[in-house]
């Protein structure tokens, strides 16, 4: 396949981090946190083993060396830490997975908290639901429940938080037959930024929508109520294809995202480029929830020749691990994104277009580039019972389109940044949806609101100033309201 671009790498638009502490108060936060705080939580400096895990993040670019970092074990120890927070001014951070790429967003040089603590895993029968802790990944939410028969919906991958999908949006491999995760919410254990503990409802109609796509805006949430649904045996895996066989992957592609009505079936396609092998990479993660899929769904991407078919029935939590998701994990990493309404032929053509021409160019010298396609129903919106912050509309069954590289040098952060907006400023001109909202989670950090919250901006803005009049969560980072 020809590549038609010309190498012309912009500056970044705007170059967002994370506020610098100032020592003295981070440390006089830090001691005051330890001695205000119960003996089910900890302050950790660095030197001290528990400190490394804190601040570790998913991709390193996301990490920082922060004065202490805080483990809440409890959410009222979390409320008079923020309360520290609060009076001391001390920028501070929030992580949960630390699955984040944004730079700043959940790190910080001043009071790193990370919510590892709140690990429970609480399923009931008669309600059910089941109660996760903000600290744990999906992959282990996935193998407590799978005893119990049940599910949540969650993220696709092994790594990812519960804390930042959830409150982002949340798209599954169920979405196609209940919706994201924030339609699955039934309530959020949430500290608010004066420091008290509320269960917010849907009885709480206004926080209740903030919080179902708003982000780390509103306080920080210690603990999620899901709505649980049946879980069996599913089948699935991945298929690495040779780039030979693009064009058919491409049109098997496009059929399945005009043609498939069955709520059952998942598919993600992912296109990698790897400098180190000089190659492109096409990959389909294909995804059924019954133990085998009816005729036809899938036997395009069957037909097709392959290099590596990893593909059978298995349990929810399995497929989960055949993911390829950490296979960069600790390298330097950016995500962004636009959004689809429909795929053609000529747009995954160009699609593969970007990731050999930023995947090979020696000159920005990325490790790994790679572009995922994730088609969904059109009626993905069509879940929920009432409205959330993200998505802004619902009228439209636009679906996420992630962009991913990963390098090696902290010298070409800014280089990959620009080429990475500039590639997804080219494929959402192509893809004929600029108003389409962004996906927060995938989003690169000075993505304009707009783009993402659309008419709910002025709505979210007004509830941020009621909720948080001091602005402490803006001593974090994030998309700040």
Same mark, same amino acid.
């Given at each position: 396949?020809?590549?038609?671009?010309?190498?012309?790498?912009?500056?970044?638009?705007?170059?967002?981090?994370?506020?610098?502490?100032?020592?003295?108060?981070?440390?006089?936060?830090?001691?005051?946190?330890?001695?205000?705080?119960?003996?089910?939580?900890?302050?950790?400096?660095?030197?001290?083993?528990?400190?490394?895990?804190?601040?570790?993040?998913? !991709?390193?670019?996301? /990490?920082?060396?922060? @004065?202490?970092?805080?483990?809440?074990?409890?959410?009222?120890?979390?409320?008079?830490?923020?309360?520290?927070? /609060?009076?001391?001014?001390?920028?501070?951070?929030?992580?949960?997975?630390?699955?984040?790429?944004?730079?700043?967003?959940?790190?910080?040089?001043?009071?790193?908290?990370?919510?590892?603590?709140?690990?429970?895993?609480?399923?009931?029968?008669?309600?059910? @639901?089941?109660?996760?802790?903000?600290?744990?990944?999906?992959?282990?939410?996935?193998?407590?429940?799978?005893?119990?028969?049940?599910n949540v919906v969650g993220a696709r991958g092994p790594g990812v938080?519960?804390?930042?999908?959830?409150?982002?949006?949340?798209? /599954?491999?169920?979405?196609?037959?209940y919706g994201l995760t924030v339609d699955t919410v039934q309530a959020?254990?949430?500290?608010?930024?004066?420091?008290?503990?509320?269960?917010?409802?849907?009885?709480?109609?206004?926080?209740?929508?903030?919080?179902?796509?708003?982000?780390?805006?509103?306080?920080?949430?210690?603990?999620?109520?899901?709505?649980?649904?049946?879980?069996?045996?599913?089948?699935?895996?991945?298929?690495?294809?040779?780039?030979?066989?693009?064009? &058919?992957?491409?049109?098997?592609?496009?059929?399945?995202?005009?043609?498939?009505?069955?709520?059952?079936?998942?598919?993600?396609?992912?296109?990698?480029?790897?400098?180190?092998?000089?190659?492109?990479?096409?990959?389909?993660?294909?995804?059924?929830?019954?133990?085998?899929?009816?005729?036809?769904?899938?036997?395009?991407?069957?037909?097709?020749?392959?290099?590596?078919?990893?593909?059978?029935?298995?349990?929810?939590?399995?497929?989960?691990?055949?993911? =390829?998701?950490?296979?960069?994990?600790?390298?330097?990493?950016?995500?962004?994104?636009?959004?689809?309404?429909?795929?053609?032929?000529?747009?995954?053509?160009?699609?593969?277009?970007?990731?050999?021409?930023?995947? &090979? /160019?020696?000159?920005?010298? !990325?490790?790994?580039?790679?572009?995922?396609?994730?088609?969904?129903?059109?009626?993905?919106?069509?879940?929920?019972?009432?409205?959330?912050?993200?998505?802004?509309?619902?009228?439209?069954?636009?679906?996420?389109?992630?962009?991913?590289?990963?390098?090696?040098?902290?010298?070409?952060?800014?280089?990959?940044? !620009?080429?990475?907006?500039?590639?997804?400023?080219?494929?959402?001109?192509?893809?004929?949806?600029?108003?389409?909202?962004?996906?927060?989670?995938?989003?690169?950090?000075?993505?304009?609101?707009?783009?993402?919250?659309?008419?709910?901006?002025?709505?979210?803005?007004?509830?941020?100033?009621?909720?948080?009049?001091?602005?402490? =969560?803006?001593?974090?980072?994030?998309?700040?309201?």
């Amino acid at each position: 396949m020809t590549v038609f671009r010309s190498l012309c790498v912009l500056l970044p638009w705007a170059v967002l981090s994370a506020a610098t502490a100032n020592p003295t108060s981070a440390a006089d936060a830090c001691q005051q946190i330890a001695a205000s705080v119960s003996t089910s939580s900890g302050v950790y400096y660095p030197g001290t083993l528990p400190y490394p895990r804190d601040v570790t993040h998913w !991709a390193s670019s996301s /990490s920082q060396n922060a @004065t202490c970092s805080f483990e809440p074990g409890t959410a009222e120890d979390l409320g008079k830490a923020i309360n520290v927070i /609060s009076t001391l001014r001390t920028p501070f951070a929030v992580k949960g997975g630390g699955h984040t790429t944004n730079p700043g967003f959940s790190s910080t040089t001043g009071v790193q908290i990370a919510l590892s603590r709140f690990s429970d895993v609480v399923y009931d029968q008669e309600s059910q @639901t089941a109660t996760i802790g903000a600290g744990l990944t999906w992959d282990t939410v996935y193998a407590a429940l799978e005893p119990f028969g049940v599910n949540v919906v969650g993220a696709r991958g092994p790594g990812v938080g519960v804390g930042g999908l959830s409150l982002g949006g949340g798209y /599954s491999y169920l979405t196609n037959q209940y919706g994201l995760t924030v339609d699955t919410v039934q309530a959020y254990e949430l500290v608010m930024p004066n420091g008290t503990v509320k269960n917010v409802t849907a009885q709480d109609q206004d926080l209740f929508f903030g919080l179902r796509g708003g982000l780390n805006n509103f306080g920080i949430v210690t603990r999620f109520t899901l709505r649980t649904f049946p879980q069996g045996q599913v089948w699935g895996g991945f298929i690495t294809y040779s780039p030979d066989n693009i064009g &058919s992957l491409n049109q098997a592609i496009v059929n399945f995202a005009s043609n498939t009505t069955d709520p059952k079936a998942a598919l993600m396609i992912t296109y990698d480029y790897f400098l180190s092998r000089k190659s492109l990479g096409p990959s389909a993660l294909v995804f059924y929830d019954a133990p085998s899929p009816p005729a036809g769904v899938f036997d395009e991407f069957l037909a097709i020749p392959y290099l590596v078919k990893n593909v059978s029935t298995m349990s929810f939590p399995a497929l989960i691990q055949t993911s =390829m998701a950490n296979a960069t994990y600790g390298s330097r990493a950016i995500f962004d994104t636009i959004s689809v309404l429909n795929y053609s032929v000529p747009f995954l053509n160009a699609v593969v277009n970007e990731t050999t021409f930023w995947g &090979s /160019s020696s000159t920005l010298g !990325a490790e790994f580039a790679s572009y995922v396609v994730e088609p969904f129903l059109p009626s993905l919106y069509n879940h929920a019972s009432s409205p959330s912050a993200f998505p802004p509309t619902r009228a439209n069954g636009f679906t996420p389109l992630k962009i991913y590289y990963s390098w090696a040098n902290q010298t070409s952060d800014a280089a990959m940044h !620009a080429a990475i907006r500039e590639s997804t400023l080219h494929l959402q001109t192509l893809a004929g949806a600029p108003q389409a909202p962004r996906y927060p989670n995938y989003a690169i950090f000075d993505t304009p609101l707009e783009l993402i919250y659309g008419d709910n901006l002025p709505r979210l803005r007004s509830l941020q100033r009621q909720v948080d009049p001091e602005h402490v =969560m803006g001593l974090t980072g994030g998309f700040r309201f």
